[in-house]
Nanobody, 115 residues
Framework: QVKLVESGGSSVLPGGSLTLSCVVSGLDFSRFDMAWYRESPGKGRELVASISPTGSPSEYDDDVAGRFTIARDNTKNMLFLQMDSLKYEDTGVYYC????????WGQGTQVTVAS
């Protein structure tokens, strides 16, 4: 059974930084593209960043390119999202996900950017 556990979300001031982590179990992690999604009110769930099984290449939504960095550690079955220069509009619940049909979602981790 595939399980994803996200952590690292918090409340942060605009311009601040956070690092999200995701531990994945029950999956041959190193074989799959992975991604971070964000769900925010009025916008639904959006793809924020994705990364190939080897760690390169990675892709980013235009809104976060240059500010967020996705990374993975295949030895620990972990996915990360370094978020810098956070903006109010980055607020939402962040989910990690393996990119295959029918992949499950984790419980997400809340990021709130507020002054």
């Amino acid at each position: 059974q595939v399980k994803l556990v996200e952590s690292g979300g918090s409340s942060v001031l605009p311009g601040g930084s956070l690092t999200l982590s995701c531990v994945v179990s029950g999956l041959d992690f190193s074989r799959f593209d992975m991604a971070w999604y964000r769900e925010s009110p009025g916008k639904g769930r959006e793809l924020v960043a994705s990364i190939s099984p080897t760690g390169s290449p990675s892709e980013y939504d235009d809104d976060v390119a240059g500010r967020f960095t996705i990374a993975r550690d295949n030895t620990k079955n972990m996915l990360f999202l370094q978020m810098d220069s956070l903006k109010y509009e980055d607020t939402g619940v962040y989910y990690c996900m393996a990119r295959y049909h029918g992949a499950p979602w984790g419980q997400g981790t809340q990021v709130t950017v507020a002054s």
